[in-house]
């Protein structure tokens, strides 16, 4: 008699078990309502960049400033990345996104007097549109911090900025990149900016940020 009750028993047992297991199920969220739960990374997406940044103004200290940079997004904001070699060692470098699409050349040197200041830089690669330096979020830093180039010439710059602080399309704009040593020699005709010294406002490298086609 047990023996033949047992499949019942067992039977039962098993539809409690299926019917707590669907109550647990029905508690879960659908696949649709997961998909809308997460963060909406595609109202942060703006693309990757990349950009190639060649020397500006070397014959007047014997560099070769040049490195690499990108744009990217990330969940918690987007991320700025240049990495330099051959600047001038030691030096505090500015750094500013400039609204036109061209770097300058040798024949962008105006009133020939031998380099191209910030004012012939503003003529072909537009104003500064923002600096990177070492607070993205903050409005109008009173005393932002710039790189700092160690001794063999080299410096890596990374800085994340929240989503909504980026208010310009990085697309053809450029970057360019600023100072020399102190005891740098500089004719007397250079343009300066923001209240800088000749050297600290000589353009040594300039890269146009492009867009990093998407993988289809």
């Not at 990330?74 to 061209?102: C, K, R, S």
């Not at 031998?114 to 993205?136: F, T």
């Not at 979020?137 to 010439?153: I, Q, V």
Request: with cysteine; hydrophobic share 35%; aromatic share 6%.
């Amino acid at each position: 008699m047990v023996i033949k009750s047992f499949p019942l028993v067992y039977l039962l047992g098993l539809s409690l078990l299926w019917a707590c297991g669907k109550d647990d199920k029905d508690l879960l969220p659908s696949p649709q309502e997961v998909q809308e739960e997460r963060p909406n990374e595609e109202g942060l997406r703006i693309g990757s960049y990349r950009i190639i940044l060649a020397p500006l103004n070397n014959q007047v200290f014997k560099h070769t400033s040049n490195g690499t940079g990108n744009i990217e997004t990330l969940i918690e904001g987007i991320a700025f990345q240049i990495n330099m070699v051959g600047t001038p060692a030691g030096v505090t470098h500015h750094q500013y996104v400039h609204d036109g699409n061209n770097c300058p050349e040798e024949n962008h040197d105006i009133n020939q007097d031998g380099v191209i200041d910030v004012a012939e830089v503003n003529k072909i690669s537009g104003k500064k549109l923002m600096e990177l330096d070492g607070d993205l979020n903050a409005k109008d830093p009173l005393d932002p911090e710039f790189p700092r180039a160690d001794g063999s010439g080299h410096y890596t710059y990374r800085e994340v900025m929240k989503p909504d602080s980026l208010d310009i399309d990085p697309q053809e704009k450029v970057i360019i990149i600023y100072g020399v040593p102190a005891r740098t020699p500089l004719p007397e005709t250079i343009e300066t900016m923001n209240g800088l010294s000749s050297q600290d406002s000589l353009p040594i490298a300039c890269g146009k940020i492009l867009r990093v086609p998407e993988e289809e």
